[in-house]
Nanobody, 122 residues
Framework: QVQLVESGGGLAQPGGSLRLSCVAS????????MGWYRQGPGNQRELVAD???????AYAGSVKGRFTISRDNAKNTVYLQMNSLKPEDTAVYYC????????????????WGQGTQVAVSS
């Protein structure tokens, strides 16, 4: 009964901020590589950020310096703090998990959330 549930999406203005949450059940997030993917209108799905079980993080160049991925092990939750939002950040954001970092980065993670919509518009 593994479940990843995203929340925190919504409408933000350019330059604004949102924090997405991914609450996991059935897995322990500290034992997995966790990632955030997004898919915007007319765009392919892309990996935005990931965090490994060791705590290493990585970001897509388009969000580096603006987004931060983190986890709260006590809450079994992964976050994506999004600052300095741009219209290009508009997308459905998905949380994903896999014990294999390679699989997660390849988009074939074992577990996926339902997605949360982020819209950035003036």
């Amino acid at each position: 009964q593994v479940q990843l549930v995203e929340s925190g999406g919504g409408l933000a203005q350019p330059g604004g901020s949102l924090r997405l949450s991914c609450v996991a059940s059935g897995i322990v997030v500290s034992s997995y590589t966790m990632g955030w993917y997004r898919q915007g209108p007319g765009n392919q799905r892309e990996l935005v950020a990931d965090i490994t079980s060791s705590g290493s993080t990585a970001y897509a160049g388009s969000v580096k310096g603006r987004f931060t991925i983190s986890r709260d092990n006590a809450k079994n939750t992964v976050y994506l703090q999004m600052n300095s939002l741009k219209p290009e950040d508009t997308a459905v954001y998905y949380c994903a998990a896999d014990t294999s970092t390679r699989a997660l980065l390849a988009g074939t993670g074992d577990y996926w959330g339902q997605g949360t919509q982020v819209a950035v518009s003036s």
